[in-house]
Structure formats: structure tokens, C-alpha cells
């Protein structure tokens, strides 16, 4: 552990932190001429993150902008994802590895070495097979953080079924949409899993959506809990366990796959209440979270790497499957949440298992920040070199409380700016050649071009607030939406002729971001957070109109807003509801409203705290001022309220927000 008076020196200082030397002499990445290579050499530079996979064939052209916004990456290459995350660790003398480790909600554990996953990924793609999925097929997969979801994404990409995973904590309803917009017409889903000590039931939920789904739906069912549930596997579905059992020891060759081909979906929440689904190529996904699983997060084969994510979202998918698993690391699965049994859960983990990179979110370091250092203190976490963020802005604060009481001062943190549509990391610092500054991201990664502008599009200066936007393609970039290529265009990409600053020689195309972002003299970017209408919820994205049109559909209510408190862990959704005439808010109307966002959109969406008011605060245009809002749920000063047409309603407002 650093000297304590010379952490507080660094901390106090400028607010910039240089890496500590002992991590950048071992790091993966200490050259600061990678930003200038990157520069010279781009696109083509891009071969390096390429190849750090095994190709079946190599690729003609690194970049074809032909068709721009619609980018292809090392088109006329073919690769198996499955091989590339399984297969070769075994042929490379890995075999013993651990390739997952799993942490159970209620402290079971279970280690898969390389050669177990190849025996599973093998078996449950031969069992896919005889199910009838088909190369192109789209798989749902509806499950917890079990070592079988890692497994069931696996198999799908060694056929070359597309898997697209439902967030396990989505309602029925949410999951028959999503099965019914991507008409897949299979399902693995298990039992169920626990919350907090308590079985709870999946496979009833999945029942519910398939009710509403038009086609037939085949589905394998998990046995996650034993003799805790009962475990149904009716009509359509069968038996995991049973379909493994029945194709013990099968090999399946690994599928080539062309590298624009569809690696997997992933639907995520946009401004309207419609999901996207988001599309993922084969070679520049893969490519980009390796090479970015590699120079960020600087894994080795070596290290046991957790990231604290749900896969059921893309941070799982890039940075506990894909990634960590195509360099060979040992990736940690946890289905757990950070306070059960208790506050020092995490903590316990990384000790027993000696991590040496984690990477978690904002909302569960404010929370460990709240519970205490004593939680952290009563372990050893000196195996750790590496922290990370993602998911929301981290505040200044909270980093300078995660570098001093999870790192001891002496790891790197990586705060990573990114996205769904993004695939992979966008905008960090690279831990083993750039400063830190708490609360900024960093630089855009070498071969990544962000720049900030305003509502014409035009530049802004230095410090000054604007919308994000990234110039030119990248590997990782989402292809386009399911089924909509229109509103792919029109919801991310501005045409280089209203792009006044665009190159035109990648075709010009700008990717707007949809968050508002400052970039400093030094090139770092501090992204202030959505300018659209989408909440991060515990690290799970949300439209607000998802949750409100189902608050709305109460009986009773006029109308809704959704915004996020103060983030100390956990669902923090703070409604504002208005009530019709001759309707107070009672306890029944909470009930019935927190029942119907459980059953519409998940039960992790569900308000936390519900004020009623006669009114929202409206701007004169009639749009509910969303800001203000959340300054009262945080209790944060609440700047300017000279645009509202109904100033009287914020002294009410304030006083429900302090009785609730
Ligand atoms: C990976 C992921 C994307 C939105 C993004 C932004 C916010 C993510 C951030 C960050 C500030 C960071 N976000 N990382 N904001 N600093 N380091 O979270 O994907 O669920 O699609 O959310 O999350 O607002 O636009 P996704």
C-alpha cells in the first residue's frame, strides 16, 4: 500500500493522476506513439486488433465506405467467434485454464476450465442443432448470470445462429416483443434464479411471453435451482441438462463466419418506447473488445478478471464473454448482488479469488462509497492492479474513493466511455501511457475521432458543452438496426453534407452519441450524461417513456415522469405522477403502479419512491422539464426554473419529494 501521505498529496494536487510506475512496467500498452501510428496508418491500423484472432480467411479490405453509413470492417474475412473464445486456448496448451469462474447467489461456486467450456460449448451446439437452428437463426436466450448463458452464446456463434439476450430482470412482456420483433423461434431460458435468497420464478415470465407471441417457439429450459422451484419442461421445451446429456462428447466444427455477418442482437431502449435492436458483426466486434480487452483493460491469459456487469446487457457481452475469453483470461461470473449476505461481498470475492482487474459502474461505487471503507478494510485486495468504470459519468469523488480505498492508490483507473451501438470502448485513457483525471474519461482511443458540437453541428470551443459525436467508423460499430436501416440512419448519423467539419474520404458520415460531452486543451472528454430521454438505471439503461406510458395505463393516473435519484445502488426510479381529478394517491395506487412497470417493463425499473403532485412542471412549449425534476429527487439545487409556465408547482413538488 502507498504511503498515506504521499496518496493524499497525489489526490489533493492537480486534479491529474499519472499511472503508477509499477503498472506501466508491466502494462500491454506504454507507448504513447500509438495515438500518432493510429493516426498515420488508420484505417489500416486497424489489422492489429485483427490480429489478435484466428481468421479461416483473410480479408480483402480492411474498410469499405461504399455504402457509408452502412461501414463494413475486413470485408471477404471469415472467422469462427466460438474458436476464436474456445477452441484455440485448448489447441494453445490451456486447456487447465479456468476460463470462467462463478460465484452463485447464495455462495456456490463452480469453475469451468477451457476444456470444459469446449466440451459444453460443442455439446449444446450439437443439441441446438438437432433442434432445428439453422445458420442465421436467431436464439433468445432469457437467464441470470449462470455459466450457461456464457455457454448458450457460445454454441449459437459456433453454428452461426445470431443470439440475441434478454436482460433477465425484463418483464414477460418485454421479452415476447423482443422475440416477436427478431421473430426468433427459439428460446433457452432457466427455471429461475435467486433475489436476494429468494427463489424467484424465470420460467413463468417466459411462459407469459410466449402467450403473446405469434410463431412457434422452441425452448431448453435450465435447472438452475433444484429442488428450490419446481422444474417445468412442458410442451415445446426441453430439458437442458437432458440435451447435453444426449450429445455427450459431440464436436461441431466451428461455422466460417464472414466477418460482416451477424455475430449477435441486442435490443436496448432509445427515445421512444419502441426497443432497437442493435446489430453486431462477427470480425469488428470481436476485434475491437479484444484489442480493447488487451491495451484498457490490460488482460493476459494470466489474470482472473471480473466484471461485475449482467450479460444480459453489452458490457457483459464485450467484457465478460467476448473480450476477456478471445484473449484467454480467467473471466469471473457473478449472480449475486454487492450486499448479500453481506456489504463486503465484492470484496470477499476478489480476495478468495485473487482478481486482478474489476470493473464496475458508478452506481455501485457510490453505493460502496456510502456502505463504508470498513467493508473494503476487512480484505485483502492487494491482488488487484486494474479498476475500471462504465455505464454513467463518474463524479470526482467517487473515483478518488475507489483509487484510495479498492486500489490503495496504487491501480490505474480506466473510466470507459461507450455504448451498445459502439460494441466496444470508445473513449478511456490507455492505463499504461495516459494521466488520469477524475471525473473526465479521457482521450478518444487511438483510431477513434470524437468531436463535440453544437445544435448546427459546427464545433464548439474548448470546456464548452455540446453534443458527442464520433467522426469516423470503427470495427465495433453497431451495422444497423434490426429490421429498420431507416431509422438507423435517421436516429444516429448525420450526412456529411450538414456535417461542415467531416472528412469525406470515409464517407463523411458523423455518429451522434446522444450524450452531452466537454472536451478540455488536452483532448479529454467529460461526458456529462444523456441529453435525450434515457435513464441509466444501476447500470442498466431505460427510456423514460418505457416507464412511464406504463405508469400512465394505471387507472386513475394523469400523467407520469420518470427520473433517477441520487444512485446508491439498486432500482433508484423516482416517479412524479399527476392524478385525475377525484383520484388521490393512496397506497393502492402505488401498488398497482409499481406492479404494472414490473409487469411491463422488469421488476428493476420499478419506482423506488412514487410523489404525487396535481402537476408536473412544464416548460411554456409544454415539455415536462425532466431536469428539475431529478434535482429535487436528488435534492440538488435547482438552477433556473424561469422557463416554466407553472413556477408555483415546484414548492409542492419539494415538499412531497421531503415527505415520500
Ligand atoms: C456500455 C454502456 C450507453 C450510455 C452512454 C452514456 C453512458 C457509458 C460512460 C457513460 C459517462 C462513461 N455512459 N459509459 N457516461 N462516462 N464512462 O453503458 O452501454 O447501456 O448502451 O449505455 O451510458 O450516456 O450513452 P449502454
Not at 117 to 126: Q, S
Not at 141 to 164: D, F, N, T
Not at 513 to 522: L, Q, R, S, T
Amino acid at each position: 500500500m502507498t504511503d498515506r501521505s504521499d496518496l493524499e498529496a497525489r489526490l489533493d494536487g492537480p486534479d491529474r493522476i499519472a499511472p503508477p510506475d509499477e503498472f506501466v512496467q508491466q502494462a500491454n500498452v506504454t507507448d504513447p506513439n500509438i495515438y500518432h501510428e493510429f493516426e498515420q496508418n488508420w484505417p489500416e491500423v486497424w489489422e492489429r486488433a485483427a490480429d489478435l484472432l484466428d481468421w479461416d480467411s483473410e480479408w480483402d479490405d480492411v474498410l469499405v465506405a461504399e455504402d457509408a453509413p452502412f461501414y463494413e470492417w475486413f470485408v471477404g474475412g471469415e472467422l469462427n467467434a466460438s474458436y476464436n473464445c474456445v477452441d484455440r486456448h485448448v489447441e494453445n496448451g490451456r486447456k487447465n485454464q479456468a476460463a470462467l469462474k462463478w460465484e452463485g447467489k447464495l455462495s456456490e461456486t463452480r469453475t469451468y476450465t477451457y476444456q470444459d467450456l469446449y466440451r459444453e460449448v460443442n455439446e449444446f451446439a450439437a443439441a441446438l442443432r438437432e433442434l432445428g437452428v439453422e445458420e442465421g437463426d436467431i436464439v433468445t436466450l432469457y437467464m441470470p448470470v449462470v455459466p450457461e448463458l456464457p455457454i448458450a452464446m457460445l454454441a449459437c456463434a459456433r453454428i452461426g445462429a445470431p443470439h440475441s439476450v434478454v436482460f433477465a430482470g425484463l418483464s414477460g412482456k418485454a421479452l415476447g416483443t423482443r422475440i416477436e420483433r427478431s421473430a426468433s423461434e427459439f428460446l433457452v431460458t432457466c427455471d429461475g434464479y435467486y433475489r436476494r435468497g429468494n427463489a424467484f420464478n424465470l420460467k413463468s415470465k417466459a411462459d407469459d411471453a410466449l402467450l403473446k407471441v405469434d410463431h412457434d417457439v422452441t425452448s431448453v429450459v435450465v435447472d438452475r435451482l433444484g429442488d428450490a422451484l419446481p422444474h417445468v419442461v412442458d410442451g415445446d421445451s426441453r430439458d437442458y441438462h437432458d440435451l447435453l446429456a444426449e450429445h455427450a462428447g459431440a464436436v461441431v466444427e466451428p461455422v466460417a463466419r464472414d466477418a460482416e455477418d451477424l455475430l449477435f442482437l441486442m435490443y436496448t431502449s432509445g427515445t421512444t418506447g419502441e426497443p432497437k435492436g442493435v446489430e453486431h458483426a462477427t470480425g469488428g466486434y470481436l476485434a475491437q473488445v479484444a484489442w480493447t480487452a488487451q491495451s484498457v483493460l490490460d488482460l493476459t491469459p494470466e489474470d482472473t478478471y471480473w466484471c461485475s456487469a449482467d450479460i444480459g446487457w453489452i458490457t457483459g457481452h464485450s467484457y465478460i464473454v467476448y473480450g476477456p475469453l478471445a484473449l484467454g483470461t480467467t473471466t469471473m461470473l457473478y449472480e449475486g448482488s454487492p450486499d448479500y449476505p453481506d456489504r463486503d461481498r465484492i470484496w470477499e470475492i476478489v480476495e478468495r479469488n485473487a482478481v486482478d482487474v474489476f470493473y464496475t459502474a458508478p452506481t455501485a461505487i457510490r453505493a460502496f462509497m456510502k456502505w463504508g471503507a470498513e467493508y473494503p478494510e476487512r480484505h485483502d485486495l492487494s491482488s488487484l492492479r486494474l479498476l475500471g468504470t462504465v455505464g454513467e459519468p463518474i463524479n470526482p469523488r467517487a473515483w478518488k474513493w475507489y483509487y484510495e480505498h479498492v486500489g490503495g492508490g496504487e491501480c490505474p483507473i480506466v473510466d470507459t466511455w461507450w455504448q451498445t451501438e459502439t460494441g466496444g470502448m470508445m473513449v478511456t485513457t490507455l492505463p499504461g501511457v495516459d494521466d488520469m483525471k477524475p471525473g473526465s474519461a479521457g482521450p478518444p482511443l487511438p483510431g477513434i475521432d470524437t468531436e463535440v458540437v453544437d445544435a448546427a453541428g459546427a464545433p464548439v470551443e474548448d470546456d464548452a458543452a455540446g453534443y458527442l459525436s464520433i467522426t469516423r467508423p470503427w470495427p465495433g460499430m453497431v451495422r444497423t438496426l434490426h429490421g429498420d436501416d431507416e431509422r438507423f440512419i435517421e436516429e444516429y448519423w448525420t450526412h456529411p453534407d450538414e456535417a461542415p467539419t467531416s472528412d469525406q474520404s470515409d464517407g463523411g458520415w458523423r455518429y451522434d452519441a446522444g450524450d452531452g460531452a466537454m472536451i478540455d486543451e488536452d483532448g479529454y472528454v467529460t461526458v456529462l450524461g444523456r441529453i435525450d430521454d434515457v435513464l441509466s438505471v444501476d447500470g442498466h439503461r431505460l427510456g423514460t417513456m418505457e416507464v412511464e406510458s406504463s405508469i400512465v395505463d394505471v387507472e386513475g393516473v394523469a400523467e407520469a415522469a420518470v427520473v433517477v435519484g441520487a444512485g446508491a445502488g439498486g432500482s433508484d426510479v423516482f416517479a412524479y405522477v399527476s392524478t385525475e381529478s377525484g383520484r388521490t394517491g393512496d397506497q393502492d395506487l402505488r401498488e398497482q403502479i409499481v406492479g404494472n412497470v414490473e409487469r411491463d417493463v422488469g421488476e428493476f425499473a420499478a419506482p423506488a419512491r412514487i410523489v404525487f403532485t396535481t402537476e408536473l412542471p412544464k416548460t411554456r412549449s409544454g415539455k415536462i422539464m425532466r431536469r428539475l425534476l431529478e434535482s429535487i429527487a436528488r435534492g440538488e439545487p435547482l438552477g433556473d426554473t424561469s422557463a416554466l409556465r407553472n413556477p408555483e408547482i415546484v414548492g409542492e413538488l419539494k415538499e412531497a419529494a421531503r415527505e415520500d
